[in-house]
């Protein structure tokens, strides 16, 4: 028995007592993170994908410091505010098709729940029973709390370890293939007496190992979800605002779900926030004269103005600055940087899709050792499983771009 390393912080996805200590991040700038001890890294995965306009950008500061003086906060049962409806209606705007109802939250995690749960309720309100089941996908990634975790990839989420904890859901590949397509539309014809909806992450199954999939499989999914009357819920907390090179992935296959569930880049990287939204026939299930139909959930820092403030000074800057274009041009020269490490011995695959870049190594890695390498480059690039990403702010400047791409063949290849 040896004491903890450090002082009395739980780390994320982290066995403490033989990982190295955390490094101590002191500033932000740009696409730049200073460690305390003042060494400077070019980040090469903008904080978990949240900072899409680099960090501390101007007028996002300006909009959360001008919010923060009149009312950081207000409870959201009861009342509502300015910065709340102005973003839902902006929300709406952008969102294809009939995706209007927002409810706001605080984490991906939880936007997933909230669209599960609402799914669910939508059947229950509607008088239909047993239909509290989900269909997921291998592969995918949803969250970390109950719910999500149980539409996770069943292997790596864990669902045998922890059993009768989580709710049994059903799973299938993703339908890239006829055989695939076809055992999805029969499984889902088997199961949908007990399902009340499919959730999918599009194009991208990101923390589940940034698999990429074309927009007639996820056509095909909602497709298949239609035909067999099942809601579709589509998890956009990765791929939402401009990092697959459209505003949103669905837009690329031309499907509207019945939910979407949005956060990451939502605020810009600067505060959490998250939203479920819904369209007009999941929000009609829920509109009624009986209260117990309407949505029983309400997190306390619900649609907080300060973070609602940050979202809205966000897409300021997608309307303004051509941040999609930015977002392809980023993905060219992802696809040009690392077509070297094509075919190079421990590499299995190279895939790109808008300003995401994935190499995918065979196993046996050495995470610390590769994590150390890339360090020693001063470059911030965190491998996971067997994959290592790129997904940089979509306004990094090139030679900023150019040091990741560099550090990514001399590690990698
Ligand atoms: C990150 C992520 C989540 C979970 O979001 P948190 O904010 O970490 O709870 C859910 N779905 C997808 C696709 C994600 O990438």
Redesign the pocket.
């Known amino acids: 028995m040896s004491a903890p390393r450090t002082d009395h912080l739980w780390r994320p996805y982290t066995q403490m007592k033989t990982a190295p200590p955390p490094l101590r991040a002191a500033r932000t700038h740009g696409s730049r993170i200073v460690l305390e001890d003042g060494r400077e890294l070019v980040d090469g995965i903008a904080s978990w994908w949240t900072a899409c306009h680099g960090y501390n950008h101007p007028h996002i500061r300006a909009a959360v410091a001008a919010q923060l003086d009149t009312m950081p906060h207000v409870m959201f049962g009861g009342l509502t505010h300015a910065p709340a409806e102005a973003l839902a209606r902006r929300l709406a705007g952008l969102l294809p098709g009939d995706l209007d109802h927002v409810f706001f939250s605080d984490?991906?995690?939880v936007a997933?729940e909230v669209a599960l749960k609402a799914a669910a309720q939508v059947w229950l309100n509607r008088g239909v029973a047993g239909r509290s089941r989900f269909a997921a996908f291998r592969g995918g990634?949803?969250?970390?709390t109950m719910g999500?975790m149980s539409v996770c990839d069943p292997e790596e989420g864990m669902h045998r370890r922890f059993g009768r904890y989580l709710p049994e859901q059903i799973f299938f590949d993703l339908p890239d293939s006829r055989a695939r397509e076809a055992a999805l539309d029969e499984g889902l014809a088997r199961h949908r007496g007990s399902l009340a909806a499919v959730i999918v992450?599009p194009l991208v199954q990101?923390?589940g190992g940034m698999r990429l999939h074309a927009p007639e499989v996820l056509a095909s999914v909602a497709r298949l979800a239609r035909r067999h009357g099942l809601l579709l819920i589509l998890?956009e907390?990765?791929t939402g605002f401009g990092r697959t090179g459209t505003l949103f992935a669905c837009e690329q296959a031309g499907v509207v779900p019945d939910l979407i569930c949005l956060?990451?880049a939502l605020t810009g990287g600067t505060l959490p926030l998250a939203a479920t939204v819904a369209g007009a026939e999941v929000f009609a299930a829920f509109w009624s004269d009986d209260p117990a139909a309407a949505l029983m959930h309400g997190p306390t820092f619900m649609a907080n103005p300060l973070a609602c403030a940050a979202a809205e000074a966000s897409l300021d800057l997608f309307a303004r600055e051509p941040r999609l274009a930015q977002a392809r041009a980023i993905g060219e020269r992802l696809a040009e940087g690392l077509a070297p490490l094509r075919g190079r011995p421990g590499v299995v695959d190279v895939r790109v899709l808008g300003a995401i870049g994935a190499v995918q190594l065979a196993p046996p890695l050495d995470l610390p050792g590769l994590k150390r390498a890339f360090l020693e480059r001063g470059v911030w690039v965190r491998p996971f499983g067997d994959i290592v990403y790129l997904t940089p702010a979509l306004t990094i400047p090139e030679d900023d771009l150019a040091r990741l791409l560099a550090a990514m063949r001399e590690v990698l290849g």
């Open positions: 984490s991906g995690s997933v990634y949803h969250g970390d999500a992450e990101g923390a998890d907390v990765f956060s990451k």
